[in-house]
Nanobody, 123 residues
Framework: VQLVESGGGSVQAGGSLRVSCAAF????????MGWFRQAPGKEREGFAT????????YYADSVKGRFTISQDNAKNTVYLQMNSLKPEDTAMYFC?????????????????WGQGTQVTVSS
């Protein structure tokens, strides 16, 4: 499975951005697709996950109510709509795919990772 992210960029605080993650290859085995982020000097944080092919979503408290994860099954693509962005949301954003269950916001269950896309929020 190959994951290709697009979108991201720079925005002022309070603004919005959308990032996408397209999955290629053998996607039938994917159970969850998730979004993670990592800021310089900080640990990677899992903050949004969706049950691939289903509707269940999971969010970390840090983004709940501001970010929305969704998918287009026909395109094997997952989207992350980010609203009310804050400077502390600045990080490299990665999408990931898991072929197994487990704690859905933990990076350990994810088998495949995208290359990352930078999101920068200025105050």
């Amino acid at each position: 499975v190959q994951l290709v992210e697009s979108g991201g960029g720079s925005v002022q605080a309070g603004g919005s951005l959308r990032v996408s993650c397209a999955a290629f290859g053998y996607t039938d085995g994917i159970v969850y697709m998730g979004w993670f982020r990592q800021a310089p000097g900080k640990e990677r944080e899992g903050f949004a996950t969706i049950y691939f092919g289903g509707s269940s979503t999971y969010y970390a408290d840090s983004v709940k109510g501001r970010f929305t994860i969704s998918q287009d099954n026909a395109k094997n693509t997952v989207y992350l709509q980010m609203n009310s962005l804050k400077p502390e949301d600045t990080a490299m954003y990665f999408c990931a795919a898991s072929a197994r269950g487990g704690p859905v916001l933990r990076s350990e269950i994810y088998n495949y990772w995208g290359q990352g896309t930078q999101v920068t929020v200025s105050s």
